[in-house]
């Protein structure tokens, strides 16, 4: 059964950084592009990251490009999301996601709440 | 960036009953949508991708159509688990875009 467990959120000052993780289990990881979808409150759902299955390739939207940085380690099937200069309109969940062949999530975590305000 | 505009935001229906959602890109996408079903304390599910493919497990209720810019959801005899929110996305090219979502309430 394919598992995607978020963790790492929670309260953080505008500035800051934070890192998420993602903990991947139930198939092979390095097999897959994986990516982060993010949703404010009472928002529809945003693309934010994706990392290609070696991590030689990633790729981000506008907005966090030059603050966020998607990473994975192989060998811990484990995905990262390291966000820097966190600014109030990233509040949001974040979700883990595989990404499918062709460029859709097909599995998704249960998601993790991260809040910037001081 | 590809917009992606879904209506209606909010949908009552009765199970039993057939609903249909819209999805409109703001430039053609060819046949490659994906929708989604969202629901509190569940995960995030793939329901149909690429226009009208049904993600392994979706019920046969669930039907995709359209292509271009112009697709629509179709959920034919309602069940009550089917009631929640439902994203249209483009994966046809980056940046990802996703619609903004129809709530589908008991009615």
């Known amino acids: 059964e394919v598992q995607l467990v978020e963790s790492g959120g929670g309260l953080v000052q505008p500035g800051r950084s934070m890192k998420l993780s993602c903990a991947a289990s139930?198939?092979?990881?390095?097999?897959?592009?994986m990516a982060w979808v993010c949703q404010a409150p009472k928002k529809g759902l945003e693309w934010v990251a994706t990392?290609?299955?070696?991590?030689?390739?990633?790729y981000y939207r506008d907005s966090v490009k030059g603050r966020f940085t998607i990473s994975r380690d192989n060998a811990k099937s484990t995905l990262y999301l390291q966000m820097d200069s966190l600014r109030s309109e990233d509040t949001a969940t974040y979700y883990c996601?595989?990404?499918?062949?062709?460029?859709?999530?097909?599995?998704w975590g249960q998601g993790v709440m991260v809040t910037v305000s001081s | 960036d590809v917009q992606m505009t879904q209506s209606p935001s909010n949908l009552a229906a009765s199970p039993g009953e057939s609903v249909s959602i819209n999805c409109k890109a703001s430039?053609?996408?060819?046949?490659?949508l994906a929708w989604y079903q969202q629901k509190p304390g569940k995960a995030n599910k793939l329901l149909i991708y690429?226009?009208?493919t049904l993600q392994s497990g979706t019920p046969s209720r669930f039907s995709g159509s359209g292509s271009g810019t112009d697709f629509t959801l179709t959920i034919r005899n309602l069940e009550p688990e089917d009631f929640g929110l439902y994203y249209c996305?483009?994966?046809?090219?980056?940046?990802?875009?996703f619609g903004g979502g129809t709530k589908l309430e008991l009615k």
């Open positions: 996601a595989r990404v499918a062949a062709i460029s859709l999530f097909d599995y």
């Open positions: 139930g198939f092979t990881f390095n097999n897959y592009d």
């Open positions: 990392i290609s299955y070696d991590g030689s390739s990633t």
């Open positions: 430039k053609s996408i060819s046949k490659y």
């Open positions: 690429s226009g009208s």
């Open positions: 996305q483009q994966h046809n090219e980056y940046p990802w875009t």
